[in-house]
């Protein structure tokens, strides 16, 4: 598809969207329908409706019946039907750019900004904005995803790469689902922690109690985080964390599964005694390889200001102990790059 002249506004309205899913290592052996309907929150009837259509297909074939067993490099193509009217348009919305090539274009997305428009949302996203001053977009998620590999959520602030054409949409695709994909982020959490270091594996998927939110479930998709604390205040500590899966809330839900919610998360049990907008969380760091070159590239991004005053206030007041920290992730946070 590609770029939307300034003044042009796209109208979708009961449109074919696209959707392109990798098999994991550990989906291997699911039946399709059962699969699908974990990664994209149907129900399971409605995507055996979708598959008996033929709009679900790999790469080599149409699938159409839901006990197909994915395969591993199983590359599944999901044709959806989006029913309600979307204006996608470009809008001047100012973004950070941290980089830019003819491939990718590297973004330090602001809080409160959503990165695609939805149902609900057809403005102020990051996409408008990336219409309006990137002249080429990958095509391969649709129209009201042009370029968007991953996502953070609406709070999440930090590091977000683009495709700029379908070649880097895949190359990127595939290095995210074969998690060879360096993410780092940083938050600021309630509660004192008694180890300098963790990882949580616990699986996430849909809340049983409120489909909107994510919970650890039984059932749900594996999920892997490591964390560093690096300092310890009075009521709450500083968090590095590595992410091995990109399941949707994963690290606001395993912070909150060990006890130690993100502040200001109020989803997921939070405090907000700083009274911030969202979560205190940022993706600072991105690490992926070029698709074209090969070369390894590592991108980083200092948090925004709301969680900076926060920071600073702590560490003045109560601070109680300073763990060895990532000396680029220390140099981010005291502004000095």
């Known amino acids: 598809m590609g770029f939307f002249l300034n003044n042009k506004k796209r109208k979708i309205k009961g449109f074919m969207e696209e959707i ?18 974990n990664e994209l929150d149907f129900s399971r009837n409605r995507i055996q409706i979708i598959i008996k259509k033929g709009l679900v297909k790999n790469q080599f074939n149409v699938i159409d019946k839901p006990s197909y067993i994915v395969k591993q490099d199983d590359v599944l193509s999901v044709e959806i039907e989006e029913p309600e009217e979307i204006d996608v348009f470009p809008q001047n919305i100012p973004i950070s750019i941290i980089f830019q090539d003819e491939d990718i274009v590297v973004i330090n997305k602001d809080k409160g900004r959503v990165v695609h428009p939805g149902a609900g949302t057809s403005e102020n996203t990051l996409v408008n904005a990336l219409l309006y001053h990137i002249k080429d977009l990958s095509s391969i998620n649709g129209k009201i995803r042009p370029g968007i590999v991953h996502r953070l959520d609406k709070n999440t602030s930090g590091i977000i790469v683009v495709a700029k054409n379908d070649f880097a949409h895949n190359s990127l695709a595939k290095q995210f689902s074969d998690r ?18 963790g990882i949580i594996e616990k699986p996430i998927a849909r809340s049983p109690k409120n489909r909107q939110n994510m919970a650890i479930v039984s059932s749900g998709r594996y ?8 300092e ?11 992410i091995f899966t990109g399941r949707t809330h994963q690290i606001r839900v395993h912070s909150q599964s060990i006890g130690h919610p993100i502040v200001g998360d109020l989803t997921y049990g939070g405090s907000n005694k700083f009274q911030v907008n969202g979560q205190l969380l940022h993706s600072w760091f991105l690490e992926i390889t070029h698709p074209t070159s090969g070369e390894l590239l590592s991108f980083f991004a200092p948090p ?23 000396p680029l992730l220390f140099d981010l946070l005291e502004n000095k790059i």
């Open 223 to 230: 999920a892997k985080t490591a964390f560093t604390v690096l």
């Open 232 to 242: 310890g205040y009075k009521e709450y500590s500083l968090i590095n964390y590595q």
């Open 180 to 197: 060879k994909v360096g993410k780092k982020y940083i938050g600021i959490v309630d509660g004192i922690f008694h180890e300098k270091m």
């Open 20 to 37: 392109r899913i990798y098999v994991e290592k550990e989906d291997l052996g699911k039946r399709i329908d059962s699969f699908l309907s």
């Open 304 to 326: 925004p200001e709301d969680f900076l005053k926060v920071l600073h206030y702590l560490r003045e007041n109560s601070l109680v102990y300073s763990n060895d920290k990532d």
